[in-house]
């Protein structure tokens, strides 16, 4: 079955306490991203990458990691994780970037509530 | 910059009410616009998407038009079920940009009841 997994799927830590959450997708897609989602402001964009060792900076990208070693794997890094980077985070891939028009759908994992006191 | 604005819910309907969710967009160029729905403890999908002006989305009932005159692509379904109850996203791909990631609203809770 093709799609996007994300764990842990909860996860409450402390202030400081470095944490990995994975994401990875079975359908060979070049395009992956990480998205957080918070009331009131819907879903920002945290981190990209365009293929394998290519990320870049979304619109929120401040306190997050990422790397992108393999095609399948996102994982993203919180080094030192604060209360204010409590949220609902998604990972989502596409075939290819949407850039240039491309009409791509975005497959996305089922989230990871995180949860920083 | 590109935006989309949605309405504002949560949007309260009736099994069988007519639904009507409304977005626009901000966008320099020709994006693409898309529909995404998020059910209860999941994760998104797409729901319908429209590639260019005058198209028209559709998939389990509901349809979009692309109305570049207006700049909006409202969801709409003629009889809503109670399993249509979800958070929906208005979204468009940053045409253009380099980046090229989806841009969303801030989502429309529906909730439908029996």
């Known amino acids: 079955e093709a799609q996007v997994t994300q764990n842990p799927r909860y996860l409450i830590t402390v202030t400081g306490k470095k944490l990995t959450v994975t994401c990875s997708q079975n359908?060979?897609?070049?395009?992956m991203s990480w998205y957080r989602q918070d009331p009131g402001l819907g879903l920002r964009q945290i981190y990209y990458?365009?293929?394998?060792?290519?990320?870049d900076k979304g619109d929120v990208p401040e306190g997050y990691k990422v790397s992108r070693k393999e095609k399948r794997n996102f994982p993203l890094i919180l080094e030192s994780p604060s209360p204010n980077q409590t949220s609902l985070y998604f990972c989502?891939?596409?075939?290819?970037?949407?850039?240039?028009?491309?009409?791509?759908?975005?497959?996305f994992g089922p989230g990871t509530r995180l949860t920083v006191l | 910059g590109n935006s989309v604005t949605q309405m504002e819910g949560p949007v309260t309907l009736s099994e069988e009410a007519f639904l009507t969710i409304n977005c626009t967009y901000t966008?320099?160029?020709?994006?693409?616009l898309f529909w995404y729905v998020q059910y209860p403890g999941e994760g998104l999908q797409l729901l319908l998407k429209?590639?260019?002006?005058?198209d028209k989305g559709s998939n389990k009932g509901f349809e979009a038009t692309y109305r570049k005159e207006t700049t909006s692509f409202h969801l709409e379904k003629g009889s809503v079920q109670v399993s249509d109850s979800a958070v929906y996203f208005c979204?468009?791909?940053?045409?253009?940009?380099?980046?090229?990631?989806?841009?969303f609203g801030k989502g429309t809770k529906l909730s439908v009841k029996p």
């Open positions: 989502a891939s596409s075939p290819r970037s949407l850039a240039g028009g491309s009409t791509d759908t975005q497959y």
């Open positions: 359908m060979n897609h070049e395009y």
């Open positions: 990458s365009m293929n394998v060792e290519v990320t």
């Open positions: 966008a320099t160029g020709y994006p693409s």
């Open positions: 429209a590639t260019k002006a005058d």
């Open positions: 979204a468009l791909n940053d045409y253009g940009g380099s980046q090229g990631n989806l841009i």
